[in-house]
């Protein structure tokens, strides 16, 4: 075997098994899930790989430190989904997004759910918040019935944080399915009976904001224009 050909197949099997390394520990090292792929004067592209512990919520911190990192608000992502073999392209969490803009719907279900859980708790042990006063727990506040032994835990806090994210990207997703507006996909997690009618969410709700109300702070931490 000459040298040329020796070469090739440590070339190939280098691939390989980087490529298996990458599948078995899920890029689970956010500095190795970071791979550069274009430098420009303007701004640079990075790949993020995304799996179940590297999700549409936690991203966003990965995201912001690396910016901080770098010191550059000027970066663009490209986030490849593992499960699905597909990609997207995620802007800065900083840029301000109109809903009528062209952007894959996970980025709008990322800036959301980071909202959100900025909304209910945020801060330190925020997955581990429980309500004084109801059975509403973790990171988005839950109540029992709603969190309903989602992949069989009991409660919210129960669960391992990335569990907590896949509840909220799942749900976001679905009550976007059902009612087509992210405004009733965010009423839904608050006021689930009041989603449908926007007319409603101007009552009171005990202990909380109203609809309306939790729906604008919302979009306005997630930089989306109400």
Not at 6 to 33: D, Q, Y
Not at 178 to 200: E, M, Q, V
Request: aromatic share 12%; charged share 15%; with cysteine.
């Amino acid at each position: 075997m000459n040298n040329m050909n020796k070469a090739r197949i440590r070339t190939t099997w280098l691939t390989i098994s980087t490529t298996i390394l990458m599948l078995i520990f899920g890029l689970s090292n956010h500095a190795e899930a970071q791979v550069k792929v274009q430098q420009a004067v303007v701004y640079s592209k990075e790949v993020l790989y995304v799996n179940k512990y590297i999700n549409l919520v936690n991203i966003k911190q990965i995201i912001n430190i690396d910016i901080k990192k770098k010191n550059s608000n000027n970066i663009v992502y490209t986030v490849n989904d593992l499960a699905t073999n597909n990609s997207f392209v995620m802007p800065s969490y900083s840029k301000l997004l109109n809903l009528k803009s062209r952007v894959d719907n996970r980025v709008i279900i990322s800036r959301l759910a980071n909202a959100i859980l900025n909304q209910e708790t945020g801060g330190v042990n925020a997955y581990y918040r429980k309500s004084y006063s109801s059975s509403a727990c973790g990171a988005f506040q839950y109540m029992t019935t709603s969190w309903n032994n989602f992949m069989g835990y009991k409660s919210a806090c129960d669960a391992p944080e990335w569990v907590q994210d896949q509840r909220m990207i799942d749900e976001l997703q679905s009550s976007f399915n059902k009612y087509h507006d992210w405004r009733k996909a965010i009423a839904a997690h608050l006021y689930p009976s009041r989603a449908g009618n926007p007319n409603t969410w101007f009552l009171p709700v005990p202990g909380n904001p109203t609809v309306f109300q939790y729906v604008k702070s919302v979009f306005q931490k997630a930089k989306i224009a109400y």
